[in-house]
């Protein structure tokens, strides 16, 4: 499944591994490399997933891993796989003490991770999230962990609710924090394999209501492109609607937890919020997606229990709530299949 190319001489296990997958990304991963080496240390180890790249990324990540970058290690992947299972490709052969995560078409600030690294030790909790800068052209916005207070360690649980706001699982960017080992060898890390979009959505819900701690500790040093046209959030093909596969994930391991009552609220009223947002771009799909999202949209609402969609309909904007009730009245069998929910 994958080429590996050699390790660094290193004798210890790192303090740290980054896993960063790439896929025809020949413009921008100069730029991720360049932020990895302002970030390199003789215990850190990168590894650079290449998902079967057919643009020339694969040459320069042999290059950086042959010596232009401390600390690489190359991995390409036979065939291609999406994001879920090019992360989880680097989690196997993660060495470190604590695991990262970066993208293809992003960048580090110099020293981000031995800062995130250092926080992380001083907390001595299970994992941190961060803020990270959005760069979308020119302009530059700090996104900030929706949870507080900094520097706290806490239960994760404390990060789900409540449902009518933006919290910590509406923050799902796995790149966006640093990690203990202890959750990788817990099965925690790894991705739902296959999922081309919103793959970690299941994996932060899975986080918050599995892990023991967590805190929350700024440290603005990933810088994360939006609105490239190579980024899945732009491109309006059958990949996006992974997301049903996603959240139906989601509301399914929610409704196995201890404390369901309390978090289905919250799981579902993301789910129609997602679907409204996609049904209300549906423009930049395909004609034959388009199509399909919407029979998918109104069949995932059909299986949502009925008093927690009508909880979170009531709860939504009026012209949101309109969408997905015009929605879910698509076919007959859509209404038959809520009113058993």
Not at 87 to 112: K, M, S, V
Not at 139 to 166: F, N
Request: proline share 5%; with cysteine; charged share 25%.
């Amino acid at each position: 499944m994958v080429n590996a190319g050699p390790r660094p001489n290193v004798s210890r296990v790192p303090k740290l591994s980054v896993v960063v997958p790439f896929y025809n990304v020949l413009t921008y991963a100069p730029d991720v490399l360049k932020g990895l080496g302002l970030n390199a240390r003789d215990d850190f180890e990168f590894l650079l997933v290449d998902d079967r790249s057919t643009d020339g990324t694969s040459g320069l990540l042999e290059r950086a891993a042959a010596g232009g970058l401390p600390g690489a290690v190359h991995l390409r992947r036979e065939r291609n796989g999406g994001l879920a299972t090019a992360r989880n490709t680097g989690l196997d052969a993660a060495r470190g003490e604590y695991i990262a995560f970066l993208d293809g078409d992003d960048w580090l600030a110099p020293g981000h991770l031995a800062r995130t690294l250092a926080a992380i030790e001083a907390l001595d909790c299970d994992f941190v999230r961060t803020d990270h800068v959005q760069v979308t052209g020119r302009e530059r916005t700090v996104q900030r962990v929706p949870y507080g207070p900094q520097g706290v360690v806490a239960d994760p649980r404390a990060g789900i609710l409540p449902a009518a706001r933006a919290t910590a699982v509406d923050y799902p960017y796995a790149w966006a924090g640093m990690y203990h080992r202890r959750l990788l060898d817990r099965g925690l890390l790894h991705f739902t394999d296959g999922l081309r979009t919103a793959e970690d959505r299941p994996w932060i819900w899975r986080l918050h209501r599995t892990a023991r701690s967590f805190a929350t500790v700024g440290e603005a040093g990933i810088f994360y492109r939006r609105g490239i046209s190579t980024s899945l959030t732009q491109i309006g093909d059958g990949r996006q609607l992974d997301f049903i596969r996603a959240f139906d994930q989601v509301l399914a391991d929610t409704a196995m937890d201890r404390e369901s009552e309390l978090l289905l609220p919250k799981a579902v009223r993301t789910y129609c919020a997602i679907i409204a947002h996609h049904i209300g771009s549906i423009e930049r799909f395909e004609p034959a997606v388009a199509k399909k999202l919407r029979a998918m949209s109104a069949e995932a609402l059909g299986r949502m229990p009925r008093p927690l969609l009508e909880r979170a309909l009531d709860s939504m904007d009026a012209d949101r709530s309109a969408l997905l009730r015009r929605l879910r009245r698509r076919t007959p069998a859509n209404g038959a299949a809520g009113a058993a929910a």
